[in-house]
């Protein structure tokens, strides 16, 4: 039995940009901790990348920026074309369906490529997967696997989203067929902000309105499915650096929005390290530069990849994936990801 480990990175916050190697540091702190094992888990490290998907479009713009006069008398030109159009050039584009489908059907074929990596026949009954994901790389994965506007009545004759959905066990139209998802790790996300578009009003009229990026019936679906295999709650790790502005607490938010009574999630939001001496300065008046220097130059946003903490605690969850295998398997069927 293999234990897929699914990473997907966010957008940009560093001039340099987002390389394919992002995963890189924590992968091998997994498999510095597997080979302490007498008997190791058979690890399949699966490292998704977008990161170029949308390059040539947010440079077209930059271009028109660049052809105004007023562009070279404005402050922070360098944190402008770079971080910020592709922090939220990334993010504007894939709202766009067509940008959208773009980004989903690189992940698709990577993860089929990845699931048959090093000679593997692919997933097999008993296998699990994990996600691990980081950023604006949530909120891309999460509305892919459970938003309605990638609904195939929505999306004409793309089906890419469709067969994702299938090839996991809980999404598909058959049951008891796909991989079982074991566990979930946010890094610096922030799904909780994304919340906002799902909000119904609740006044009668706008009831009849369908929210189309609302994900919870279909991730609330998706848990209760696995409940019924798993026999426990599925554990979530939402990793949060004190210095990482755009990650945010999602234990009380997620029970309210999915899981009222706590039945089939076992939420932590983990402080990934203590805050310094000096943190409690940033939540004064002192903001302006040092927020734009936080979310643009600091390290708190990516520093997960090499957090010791984040590597302890998704491999404490494959070691407890494994240990309850024997309950998962029966009902299994070999997944499907051909098509």
């Known amino acids: 039995m293999t234990d ?10 560093r001039e340099a940009g987002v390389e394919p190697t992002y995963a890189d540091a924590l992968i091998k702190q997994l498999y510095r901790q597997n080979e ?16 170029d998907v949308n390059q040539a479009d ?6 028109f920026y660049e052809r105004s006069p007023l562009w070279k008398k404005m402050n922070f030109i360098g944190v402008r074309s770079n971080q910020l159009l592709q922090f939220t050039g990334d993010a504007a584009l894939y709202i766009s369906r067509f940008a959208g489908i773009k980004v989903i059907e690189r992940l698709r074929l ?11 026949p692919g997933p097999r009954p008993g296998d699990r997967f994990h996600l691990v994901t980081h950023s604006m790389g949530t909120v891309i994965l999460y509305d892919a696997l459970f938003s309605a506007r990638w609904d195939p009545e929505k999306t004409s004759d793309y089906q890419g989203v469709e067969e994702i959905r299938e090839a996991i066990f ?11 998802l074991c566990s979930i790790h946010t890094m610096g996300s922030p ?18 309105i369908p929210n189309t990026h609302d994900i919870t019936p279909r991730l609330q679906q998706l848990l209760t499915a696995l409940h019924t295999i798993l026999r426990r709650k599925l554990p979530w790790r939402n990793y949060i650096h004190p210095g990482d502005p755009v990650a945010y607490p999602l234990e ?35 903001v302006g530069e040092v927020a734009e220097i936080a979310l643009f130059g600091g390290k708190a ?31 299994l069927q070999d997944p499907d990801l051909t098509a």
């Not at 947010?58 to 271009?63: F, G, N, T």
């Open 4 to 13: 897929h480990i699914i990473f997907i990175h966010g957008v940009n916050t």
């Open 36 to 51: 302490t094992l007498d008997n190791p888990l058979d690890l399949n490290m699966i490292p998704l990348y977008w990161g």
């Open 58 to 63: 947010e440079a077209a713009l930059l271009q």
């Open 110 to 120: 990577q993860t089929i490529a990845g699931l048959r990596q090093n000679g593997r």
């Open 170 to 180: 809980g999404l598909g139209a058959q049951p008891g067929q796909g991989l079982p």
């Open 191 to 208: 799904i909780s902000i994304f919340s906002l578009i799902m909000i119904k009003n609740g006044n009668g009229v706008m009831d009849s």
């Open 252 to 286: 009380d938010l997620l029970y309210a929005m999915i899981d009222p009574q706590q039945e089939l999630l076992e939420i932590n939001d983990v402080l990934t390290q203590e805050p310094g001496i000096l943190d409690p300065l940033l939540n004064t008046q002192i």
């Open 301 to 331: 946003h990516n520093s997960y990849w090499t957090n010791e903490l984040v590597a302890s605690q998704i491999f404490e969850t494959l070691l407890q994936a494994s240990q309850i295998a024997a309950l998962n398997n029966p009902m």
